[in-house]
């Protein structure tokens, strides 16, 4: 539902005002309209030379909140005057849903943030706190989506997608091109010492390649040989029934998996060495993925540099998941999220169109360089470069969850 819309809603309070100045006005005399206030929208700023800090700052003593840099010379504020007005375009990124998210302008001040929200009934507010850089973004639905068009503050919207699990792959022949040995483990580089993040649809602890032993799963903590934390907030385990049951658990593998007894065979890992912390995000309900801060947060918390990602919508814009991976990546250049892009050679899939992400493709698992062929290549919707590094993508072996997590099995699929 929506009671209208705020910059149709300005229009129509500045000719509530002059209709109502009219009614109240001397038929005759000197009398004249005062002039009406100007209300705050989006203005751009320009500067020829260019944008440093202080030019930044000085724009709040003029009476402008400055909300993004567009180009070298521009930046778009939040006021009642600058440069010249922006187009007001279609903000709507991907198709249409049911459903949409509307992410408002990067430090919209509060009282411009609250015009907007009043003017709509949404749940799942994320609310930007003070000086902050994250946009605050809320969910809609049954909405058409042109009405955001011409609300001034709203950044873009995109669709409520379902997400879904992808596959982000790794074999021995990424050590040096051939199809046996292994130089790079003779070298010592098999992860260790490395902790690794994974957020996907649970694991199963009981599995050979986690477990502390034959019959037991061990205390997961800093001293497990492989898992030094589960999270178990949204759910518990790789349970059949749920979304992508089974990959959680296969991707774990693929990353980290090193059997109890020590036994090298065609599951094992290439970084065998590393160890996990997982982040369960799949319950009955689906997906139901935090913001990407929150787990990158409690991943570097603990000793991760690396976190994997093998999920996302199904659409090609640059959504507010992708911006949240930009935005952490910058202020924590010194950790790296690796991402799937999808499985579709026409379309690449956020987040992996994340400008400070690795996107990951996939090859054929022989000695050619031949992509695979359902493998997602890119460039992204903005024309930037696709996959940063490619891996192998077919016939990978690893863990597989049986949905018994007494079971203590070692079986591969």
Same mark, same amino acid.
């Given at each position: 539902?929506?009671?209208?819309?705020?910059?149709?809603?300005?229009?129509?309070?500045?000719?509530?005002?002059?209709?109502?100045?009219l009614l109240l006005a001397p038929v005759s005399g000197a009398w004249s309209l005062p002039e009406l206030p100007p209300f705050e929208e989006e203005w751009v700023v320009v500067r020829?030379?260019?944008?440093?800090?202080?030019?930044?700052?000085?724009?709040?003593?003029?009476?402008?909140?400055?909300?993004?840099?567009?180009?070298?010379?521009?930046?778009?504020?939040?006021?009642?005057?600058?440069?010249?007005k922006p187009d007001m375009g279609v903000v709507l990124r991907g198709p249409f849903a049911d459903g949409y998210r509307v992410v408002l302008e990067p430090r919209l001040p509060s009282d411009a943030q609250w015009g907007i929200l009043s003017t709509f009934e949404y749940e799942m507010l994320q609310l930007a706190g003070m000086n902050s850089v994250l946009p605050t973004s809320f969910e809609v639905h049954g909405i058409n989506p042109s009405v955001f068009d011409a609300v001034p503050g709203i950044w873009w919207v995109?669709?409520?997608?379902?997400?879904?699990?992808?596959?982000?792959l790794s074999s021995s022949i990424m050590e040096n091109g051939s199809m046996e040995g292994h130089p790079a483990w003779n070298l010592g580089l098999n992860g260790s010492g490395v902790i690794i993040g994974v957020a996907d649809s649970g694991i199963e602890l009981d599995h050979g390649c986690?477990?502390?032993?034959?019959?037991?799963i061990g205390e997961i903590g800093v001293?497990? &040989?492989? @898992? $030094?934390? +589960?999270?178990?907030?949204?759910?518990?385990?790789?349970?059949?029934?749920?979304?992508?049951?089974?990959h959680g658990t296969h991707i774990a593998g693929s990353l980290v998996c090193d059997m109890w007894?020590?036994?090298?065979?065609?599951?094992?890992?290439?970084?065998?060495?590393?160890?996990?912390?997982?982040?369960?995000?799949?319950?009955?309900s689906g997906w139901s993925e935090p913001s990407i801060d929150w787990l990158l947060a409690e991943a570097v918390a603990n000793g991760v540099i690396i976190h994997s990602d093998s999920w996302g919508d199904d659409t090609e814009a640059y959504t507010l998941r992708s911006a949240e991976f930009d935005l952490w990546h910058r202020e924590m250049p010194w950790s790296l999220a690796f991402?799937?892009?999808g499985n579709n050679p026409s379309k690449f899939y956020?987040?992996?169109?994340? &400008?400070? @992400? $690795?996107? +990951?493709?996939?090859?054929?698992?022989?000695?050619?360089?031949?992509?695979?062929?359902?493998?997602?290549?890119?460039?992204?919707?903005?024309?930037?470069?696709?996959?940063?590094?490619?891996?192998?993508?077919?016939?990978?072996?690893?863990?597989?969850?049986?949905g018994n997590v007494s079971s203590f099995n070692d079986d591969m699929r």
């Amino acid at each position: 539902m929506i009671d209208g819309y705020r910059g149709f809603g300005a229009v129509m309070r500045r000719a509530a005002l002059i209709l109502c100045l009219l009614l109240l006005a001397p038929v005759s005399g000197a009398w004249s309209l005062p002039e009406l206030p100007p209300f705050e929208e989006e203005w751009v700023v320009v500067r020829e030379d260019g944008w440093t800090h202080d030019d930044w700052v000085a724009l709040r003593s003029d009476g402008l909140e400055p909300l993004r840099q567009i180009s070298v010379t521009e930046v778009l504020v939040w006021g009642d005057h600058g440069t010249y007005k922006p187009d007001m375009g279609v903000v709507l990124r991907g198709p249409f849903a049911d459903g949409y998210r509307v992410v408002l302008e990067p430090r919209l001040p509060s009282d411009a943030q609250w015009g907007i929200l009043s003017t709509f009934e949404y749940e799942m507010l994320q609310l930007a706190g003070m000086n902050s850089v994250l946009p605050t973004s809320f969910e809609v639905h049954g909405i058409n989506p042109s009405v955001f068009d011409a609300v001034p503050g709203i950044w873009w919207v995109e669709p409520l997608l379902e997400t879904k699990a992808r596959n982000d792959l790794s074999s021995s022949i990424m050590e040096n091109g051939s199809m046996e040995g292994h130089p790079a483990w003779n070298l010592g580089l098999n992860g260790s010492g490395v902790i690794i993040g994974v957020a996907d649809s649970g694991i199963e602890l009981d599995h050979g390649c986690f477990r502390e032993n034959a019959t037991d799963i061990g205390e997961i903590g800093v001293d497990h &040989r492989k @898992v $030094v934390l +589960v999270n178990t907030s949204i759910d518990g385990g790789d349970h059949s029934g749920q979304a992508d049951y089974k990959h959680g658990t296969h991707i774990a593998g693929s990353l980290v998996c090193d059997m109890w007894n020590g036994t090298v065979g065609e599951g094992t890992s290439p970084s065998h060495g590393a160890r996990l912390l997982f982040q369960d995000v799949v319950n009955e309900s689906g997906w139901s993925e935090p913001s990407i801060d929150w787990l990158l947060a409690e991943a570097v918390a603990n000793g991760v540099i690396i976190h994997s990602d093998s999920w996302g919508d199904d659409t090609e814009a640059y959504t507010l998941r992708s911006a949240e991976f930009d935005l952490w990546h910058r202020e924590m250049p010194w950790s790296l999220a690796f991402i799937a892009p999808g499985n579709n050679p026409s379309k690449f899939y956020e987040p992996a169109n994340a &400008r400070n @992400v $690795v996107s +990951v493709g996939g090859t054929m698992s022989d000695n050619s360089t031949n992509l695979y062929p359902s493998s997602s290549t890119g460039p992204t919707e903005e024309g930037l470069r696709g996959n940063f590094i490619v891996a192998p993508a077919v016939g990978i072996v690893s863990a597989n969850a049986d949905g018994n997590v007494s079971s203590f099995n070692d079986d591969m699929r």
